[in-house]
């Protein structure tokens, strides 16, 4: 793909402590813009610099919601090189929640060379010490200043780049998590599968009130019975029973998550048995009065592997593996960061090198 290039004439200042880069509050000097009008299809791929762009204020995305976005990481590896985990499929997932917002979908070739070509310019904002990444940030959004409920004519695909430290100011300690059994968040048939804002702003007044009663995340029950574990929010949810390691399904009402997927083949390697079943609340905290839950852990992008301590439901604390990290998600953790840094073999052809 041909891409019109605007370098930024001063560089920006890069941080120095990259064991204070925090998580989503730095950007790079660049960024990648692509158009597609209906009729014309995608035109006018550049990387301009980082900045501020312009948009109708009846822009589709602000009334009615086109949007989608993903997320991923490029690491540097032991050799020095740049690596990405898993990268198309980022790209194939953007195109998946894509169609159910009726979206025209996006060449993934065309997407993976922009991020190559915008990454390989911007190849000294991508921090070096373990635990440092550079995350990217692929969004794509209706800009057609149209006033009417219909999908757009018009988008603009954009990627943005911002290196970045732990997800969790506590890095690898275990979180508390608050179950919500009042409000939903998706439910079959709706959007639950797609990475869009819609998702995260359902999720925003229950995320707050977790976080007055001091817990990182809430947990999310099954949007028609109030009885089945779906997703945290920001994280698909495993957990550990009598050396099973359980997860909800894939059904149209949780993000099927890269990570997520990636620890079930891992877990296979292992030779853990998994079993991606529907658990209700009262299945789970029953298996930790009985002693028969091991441990618990969140997987995502951005915090890889989060260990959970506690459940918080029905007025109710079930704390879960004595408040430590469990061996399961010690291992899962460090085979993980292992592959993505290079340290340890790709057996699954996960890694793509700049």
């Not at 925003?204 to 949007?223: N, P, R, T």
């Not at 002693?291 to 604390?317: C, H, K």
Request: with cysteine.
């Amino acid at each position: 793909m041909e891409i019109y290039y605007e370098k930024r004439e001063k560089l920006k200042e890069k941080p120095t402590e990259e064991n204070n880069l925090g998580f989503g509050k730095i950007f790079t000097d660049h960024m990648f813009l692509y158009n597609y009008t209906k009729g014309k299809g995608w035109h006018d791929a550049r990387i301009v610099p980082y900045g501020d762009f312009s948009i109708s204020p009846a822009a589709t995305v602000l009334h009615y919601g086109q949007e989608v976005f993903d997320g991923m990481k490029a690491y540097t590896g032991t050799g020095g090189g740049i690596q990405f985990f898993r990268p198309k499929d980022n790209f194939v997932r953007i195109n998946n929640s894509a169609r159910r917002l009726c979206m025209p979908e996006i060449s993934v070739e065309d997407a993976m060379d922009a991020l190559w070509q915008l990454v390989m310019l911007d190849r000294d904002w991508v921090p070096k010490s373990r635990g440092t990444s550079l995350y990217i940030r692929p969004n794509y959004i209706g800009i057609d200043p149209f006033l009417g409920v219909s999908s757009a004519s018009e988008y603009l695909f954009y990627i943005i780049l911002s290196p970045v430290g732990a997800y969790y100011s506590t890095g690898l300690e275990p979180v508390k998590i608050y179950v919500e059994s009042h409000y939903v968040r998706a439910v079959k048939g709706g959007l639950g599968f797609a990475k869009t804002s819609a998702n995260y702003a359902a999720s925003l007044l229950v995320g707050e009130e977790a976080h007055k009663k001091g817990y990182s995340q809430a947990l999310w029950l099954d949007g028609k019975t109030g009885k089945y574990i779906e997703e945290v929010g920001s994280m698909n949810i495993f957990f550990v029973i009598d050396g099973i390691l359980y997860t909800p399904p894939l059904e149209g009402s949780i993000l099927p998550g890269i990570t997520r997927d990636s620890v079930i083949a891992l877990a296979r390697d292992f030779g853990v048995p998994v079993r991606e079943e529907r658990l209700t609340i009262d299945d789970v905290t029953e298996a930790i009065r009985s002693g028969a839950m091991d441990e618990a852990f969140g997987t995502g992008t951005a915090a890889v592997i989060s260990p959970v301590e506690e459940l918080f439901y029905d007025g109710e604390t079930y704390e879960i593996g004595g408040g430590r990290m469990g061996e399961l998600s010690e291992k899962m953790y460090a085979t993980l960061t292992g592959i993505q840094y290079g340290e340890l073999a790709d057996n699954h052809g996960w890694i793509e090198k700049l």
